[in-house]
């Protein structure tokens, strides 16, 4: 049966995500990923540059540990559907990383 | 008896193909229980050359009756109008195709490119091509607009890339019957019993559309297509989900996005890269949204499906 909860490995890494973000790391949450031209050149970069890079991952997606609204559309991490909500974790093949509700990334989709 | 000619235009075969696999009833039934009689079809006829001519001319002059005409593939108008592209029997098969629609008591469209010009007619579209009474939404085709064949019908439509042999099967059946001034047709003159519900009626993913799981790769068995790879179940009008294909399976059922192709506008977004496969979004937003849903609504209801899902909604449920 696959994870549903999240894991100790999870919440270790969920707060080693935490601690980065809250330190400073720079992301690229501008521009916000508004076409889907822009998605896939997003992706293709996760794909490229950030596979086993944490940072990078964190910095190409554009993660944010608050949410962000653009166009008068909050995008939580909570509402994205890449997001499994009982396990805290995006599971945009990309990404594969766990996440708290209220944080966002640039390539958010409903 | 009911005499059926078939003929193909701009085609790739692939709705014979179906057509041969039909189960209820089959290609064999036709024949023997409902007493059609095929003339010729590309793949069953054994007349050759000018054999075939004076069959078509027969059909034409009246000799021969033609209850059922049916035809697969595009009417290719290239070059420059001539349709000498695709020529047939000594001379271009758009102008035969216009004489026997004209001496036919019904015609039927099979597939996506004889009732709306489907892949071929994709922009650029070298062919010229288009389908009998449809160019993509725009009424017209081939025929025009006001085409009607002597049973006083339109062109009866039956999408798909290709259409389920079961539903070409079933509305021959229909005409060949006596029955065909009871089908009903909707605005782009496909039968309504097959094409009101859509492809996502009976989909087995449902429970993970209404959470808003996702798919997120080829052939998962868990969450919905429609989120990330491009599914158009939720707005494409057919019954994959309903009649089954093979009698077992659907697109979606092994793990396939629909890709819509029973609407006029397939293949969508001319193919352009990145567009197959992959839900189009403005902003994290589908571009296409189910039928009848607006865009405030949809996320409102999606965030609170999202919300209230629960753990088995995460969790490949299909346990073999």
Same mark, same amino acid.
């Given at each position: 049966?696959?994870?549903?909860g ?11 995500i935490?601690e ?19 998605v896939?050149?997003? #992706?293709? *970069?996760? *794909? ?15 993660f944010?540990?608050?949410?962000? /609204?653009?166009?008068?559309i ?8 890449y997001?499994? #909500?009982? *396990? ?5 093949? /990309?990404?594969?990383?766990?996440v /708290?509700?209220?944080?966002?990334? *640039?390539?958010?989709?409903? | ?6 003929l ?5 075969s ?11 009833? &089959? ?29 078509? +001319?027969?059909?034409? &002059? ?12 595009? %009417? ?20 035969? !195709? ?21 892949i ?6 070298? &062919?010229?091509?288009?389908? =009998? ?17 002597? &049973? ?10 290709p259409?389920?042999?079961?539903? %070409?099967t ?14 009903t ?11 009101s519900s ?9 429970m993970?559309?209404?959470?808003? %799981? ?13 989120y ?6 939720? $707005? ?13 399976s659907?697109k979606?059922?092994a ?6 192709c029973?609407?006029p ?9 990145g567009? !197959? ?21 949809? $996320?409102? =209801?999606?965030?609170a ?8 909604? +995460? ?6």
């Amino acid at each position: 049966m696959p994870q549903t909860g999240s894991t100790p490995g999870d919440d270790a890494l969920r707060k080693t995500i935490a601690e980065k973000l809250a330190g400073g790391l720079q992301t690229e949450a501008f521009p916000r990923a508004e076409t889907s031209e822009m998605v896939n050149e997003i #992706v293709g *970069r996760l *794909r490229a540059e950030a596979v086993g890079d944490l940072d990078k991952k964190l910095i190409i997606g554009g993660f944010t540990d608050h949410t962000i /609204e653009i166009d008068d559309i909050e995008q939580p991490c909570e509402t994205c559907m890449y997001y499994l #909500v009982h *396990r805290k974790f995006c599971e945009l093949p /990309e990404l594969m990383l766990p996440v /708290e509700p209220e944080w966002s990334c *640039r390539l958010w989709r409903i | 008896m009911a005499n059926l000619l078939w003929l193909q235009g701009g085609a790739c075969s692939g709705n014979t193909m179906s057509f041969l696999n039909a189960e209820e009833p &089959s290609a064999c039934d036709l024949v023997t229980d409902f007493g059609i009689n095929v003339l010729w079809q590309p793949s069953l006829g054994l007349e050759l050359g000018d054999n075939v001519k004076s069959i078509l +001319e027969k059909c034409i &002059s009246g000799e021969i009756q033609l209850d059922i005409f049916v035809f697969e593939g595009t %009417v290719i108008n290239a070059p420059d109008g001539t349709g000498e592209w695709n020529r047939f029997c000594g001379e271009p098969m758009k102008n035969w !195709v216009k004489k026997l629609c004209d001496a036919a008591q019904y015609v039927v469209a099979i597939g996506d490119c004889a009732t709306w010009g489907g892949i071929p007619a994709t922009a650029p579209n070298p &062919s010229d091509s288009e389908g =009998l009474q449809f160019l993509k939404r725009a009424k017209g085709g081939a025929l025009g607009e006001n085409f009607v064949s002597k &049973s006083g019908l339109p062109v009866i439509n039956i999408p798909g890339c290709p259409a389920h042999p079961d539903w %070409v099967t079933q509305i021959l059946v229909a005409v060949a019957s006596g029955r065909g001034g009871d089908l009903t047709l909707d605005e782009f003159q496909r039968p309504k019993t097959f094409f009101s519900s859509f492809t996502q009626t009976g989909c087995t993913r449902n429970m993970h559309f209404a959470y808003k %799981v996702s798919t997120t790769a080829f052939g998962q068995r868990k969450g919905c297509l429609f989120y990330d790879l491009g599914c158009r179940g939720p $707005m494409t009008h057919s019954p994959c989900n309903r009649i089954l294909w093979n009698r077992q399976s659907s697109k979606t059922r092994a793990g396939m996005p629909c890709l819509g192709c029973t609407e006029p506008e397939f293949p969508f977004f001319d193919l352009a890269p990145g567009t !197959v496969f992959k839900t189009q979004t403005v902003m994290g937003v589908p571009k296409d949204l189910p039928t009848g849903v607006d865009k405030k609504g949809y $996320m409102k =209801l999606t965030a609170a499906a999202k919300n209230a899902s629960p753990a088995w909604a +995460e969790e490949d449920i299909f346990v073999v």
